[in-house]
């Protein structure tokens, strides 16, 4: 239904924003690499798909065609919904993603929540021709951005909005800012704590 959405950014979070234009504010679903191309801007293009259910219609954005073209693949895997989708392209970047189908890889999709061997092979089953065909050779995939800075609380809601427990996620950033003090980027920060909730 929606192609892109163009606006300005009224609220950013990791895992969604609220995207104004002609006087309406969209609440859109984002996924990290999305939410480390939005650092410093204030206007943007969003590439958009419309999630329909019969009790809800969900807007998920990205920030390059080539990362919505993936999710779209990753979705139109049986056992993968959209926010698994989202929490795929948020625990790995596209080269991460594509590559892993591409060598089939079925460990480095198992390592993200809610993912088992059993899907992890229908995953690479699936889509490895498709993103060969789609992408070739061609080491150039989707989003390799800067990541934002941000603070504890930030990584805990991220990672609540992706379906985890704040008590147990509140214990494993801490963990991992003990052993990393100067660690003050929020997408890295909730990848390593991803790897020791998987």
Known sequence: MFAYIKGEITFKSPTYIH???????????????????LEGVDRIKLFTHLQVKEDS???FGFASEKEKKMFLHLISVSGIGANTARLILSSMTGDEVRDSIVNED?????AVKGIGA???????????????????????LILTQKVPNSIR???????????????????RV????????DLVQVEMLIKKVLKLLS
């Open 19 to 37: 995207l104004e234009t002609g006087g309406i504010g969209y609440l859109i679903n984002i996924s990290l690499n999305t939410y480390a191309a």
């Open 174 to 181: 801490d963990q991992v800012l003990s052993e990393e003090d």
């Open 106 to 110: 079925v460990s480095r999709f198992s």
């Open 57 to 59: 219609h969900t807007l």
């Open 118 to 140: 059993k899907t992890a092979q229908r995953v690479i089953l699936d889509l490895k021709d498709k993103v060969i065909k789609m992408y070739g050779k061609d080491k150039d």
């Open 153 to 171: 609380q930030e990584a805990i809601s991220a990672l609540q909005s992706l379906g985890f427990q704040k008590n147990l996620v509140s214990k």
